[in-house]
């Protein structure tokens, strides 16, 4: 599993001493080669390991010198397991006079939130029904036969070809919920069969990469809406979101863009093109750059499968477009559902707050219904799910109740909005951010 060095060796041995550590000594060693992490209290040399773990090692990097305990139960359903592997690492513990939360975290709040989470798991709200995700997945091959059976039996007209191309999105975009089940380790009891099974969805049925998605997406959950940190508000200067970027840009006078009118070129620039243009080019990049060739075999095996199936009807040529189009619809999709829950809330800087706070202001929930738990792969419950990644989707509606519960009590506010006044939200957030860079621009 790697190891701390010296530090490390020095207390594994047969005569070994625990070294005990205040917060202010692990605060020290945030920086890329010397990172230590709190896991319950014990203190881990992460330097050598970040750039060995399966999650990435930003994911690691971004809780150095910080209690990682909540995001550490949060990411792994089997503790036991990772916690043998961890042993290496462990450098000492904190002194018994530290608490055992950094930084003024609510200690009474993160024991309610871990006694929250030990009543779901006795309730069974983290075991998978295995018959919800079969379906899930027949669906998807079906709405991708019955698209090849139209072409197939009624031609390449432009009506139909229009119905073939809304099938492929619609199979496009739940085999990228699906694939985010399987990437959360929340369908099979074992990681290493979930891991499989991912690699086969998002790469066989996608065309995208495993590796990529992890090294992404888990940076999103460990630091929502957190500046450096989650690379989903990293915008490349296209947008400035929240309401700190966009003063202090402002206040730089940085234009690399009319920010102003960002809530109107939005429509432009962000659903068509995430998908078929940046995802398309980073993916590619990612796994080339990064060597992760098994990754790149699943990808190939979409493409030859599209292609072989298509070319014979429509030309290599319209095939293409045919491909991009999906890729245009599927990416609308996934921005509209994606972003409702995450640009109309706090964006900031890292602000260390304990797991509960920091995801509930990063997060909303849209309101339940059939549509919107399938036309969202139930992302309408982001925020049982940013707080219990690896819990099943189709148990968020249990929790639900529990988590709101929670959060009256401690005065966190916990929202809950219409599937279109959520839309609405991202283009009026949007243009509050660029009035707020207009005038930190003019006046300051």
């Known amino acids: 599993m790697g190891g701390g060095g010296q530090q490390t060796d020095r207390i594994t041995g047969t005569n070994a001493r625990f070294s005990t550590y205040t917060w202010e000594e692990v605060q020290k060693h945030t920086k890329s080669g010397d990172q230590w992490i709190v896991v319950e209290r014990k203190v881990y040399n992460v330097s050598q390991w970040v750039k060995r773990h399966p999650g990435g090692l930003r994911i690691i990097g971004h809780y150095a010198g910080e209690d990682a305990t909540e995001a550490f139960t949060a990411f792994h359903p089997d503790l036991p397991l990772v916690r043998k592997y961890m042993k290496p690492l462990l450098i000492g513990e ?142 490349l ?22 920010y102003n009118h960002q809530h109107k070129y939005f429509f432009f620039v962000g659903p068509p093109l995430l998908i078929p243009v940046f995802f398309q080019f980073q993916i590619f990049h990612n796994m080339v750059s990064h060597g992760l060739w098994v990754d790149l075999v699943w990808c190939i095996s979409y493409y030859v499968r599209y292609f072989l199936c298509y070319t014979q009807f429509y030309g290599l040529f319209w095939a293409v477009i045919l491909f991009n189009f999906v890729r245009f619809m599927e990416s609308h999709w996934f921005v509209w559902v994606t972003q409702m829950s995450h640009i109309p809330m706090n964006i900031d800087y890292e602000k260390h707050q304990d797991w509960l706070s920091m995801q509930l202001v990063a997060t909303c929930n849209i309101e339940q219904s059939a549509f919107n738990d399938w036309f969202s792969g139930h992302l309408n419950f982001q925020i049982e799910h940013h707080l219990f990644p690896t819990m099943p989707r189709h148990n968020y509606w249990r929790a639900a109740p529990h988590v709101r519960a929670l959060c009256d009590k401690y005065g966190v506010k916990y929202q809950e909005k219409t599937l279109y006044g959520a839309f609405a939200d991202i283009i009026r957030s949007l243009e509050k951010s660029g009035e707020l860079w207009l005038d930190a621009y003019l006046n300051k």
Request: net charge positive; hydrophobic share 45%; charged share 20%.
């Open 94 to 235: 904190l002194e018994a006079s530290e608490p055992s939360q950094d930084r003024q975290k609510n200690a009474a709040l993160v024991e309610d939130f871990r006694a929250l989470r030990e009543r779901l798991e006795a309730e069974g709200c983290f075991k998978t029904q295995p018959l919800f995700f079969l379906l899930h997945l027949g669906h998807i091959l079906l709405l991708e036969v019955i698209a090849l059976m139209l072409v197939w039996y009624f031609g390449t007209g432009w009506i139909n070809t229009a119905i073939v191309a809304v099938l492929m999105a619609t199979a496009q975009s739940q085999a990228g919920w699906l694939q985010h089940d399987f990437g959360h380790l929340s369908v099979c009891k074992s990681s290493r069969w979930n891991h499989l099974v991912h690699k086969f969805v998002i790469g066989h049925l996608k065309g995208a990469s495993a590796g990529w998605w992890n090294h992404r997406h888990f940076q999103h959950h460990a630091k929502p809406n957190v500046f450096k940190k989650d690379p989903d508000v990293n915008m």
């Open 237 to 258: 200067n296209m947008f400035v979101v929240g309401k700190v970027q966009p003063v202090e840009y402002g206040v730089k006078k940085v234009k690399h863009l009319p």
